[in-house]
């Protein structure tokens, strides 16, 4: 699966089955838009979120639970995104400055 930028193919780590624009969101000079990757059978989808500004995209790190009904926020320059884990438990990602945090640990960055 392939995502592109003003005609030029972005590099996204994943073995997708698809992709899908979930919700769009203004960070002042740059918009980040939240996507759906959809990962397998067994895992419906995680996420990953795209920075564009007006000469560059940034791609985070993909992240989720495989929960198809998250919560999410925007405060400020965060995306905050709420769900289950497979055993029910609350897992939050934050989203900030171009990072990804899952509970407080920062994810690795891609």
Same mark, same amino acid.
Do not use: L, M, R, S
């Given at each position: 699966m392939s995502l592109f930028f003003n005609g030029k193919k972005l590099n996204v780590d994943t073995d997708s089955l698809g992709m899908s624009f979930r919700d769009k969101y203004d960070l002042g000079d740059k918009d980040a838009v939240l996507v759906i990757d959809e990962v397998s059978a067994t895992c419906q989808l995680n996420f990953f979120i795209t920075v564009a500004g007006k000469? $560059?995209?940034k791609i985070s790190s993909t992240f989720g639970t495989? $929960? $198809?009904?998250?919560?999410i926020v925007q405060s400020g320059g965060k995306i905050i995104l709420r769900m289950k884990d497979t055993k029910g438990r609350n897992v939050k990602?934050?989203?900030?400055?171009?990072v990804i945090s899952e509970n407080g640990k920062i994810l690795k960055v891609q």
């Open positions: 000469a $560059d995209v495989c $929960d $198809d009904t998250p919560k990602y934050i989203f900030e400055n171009g």
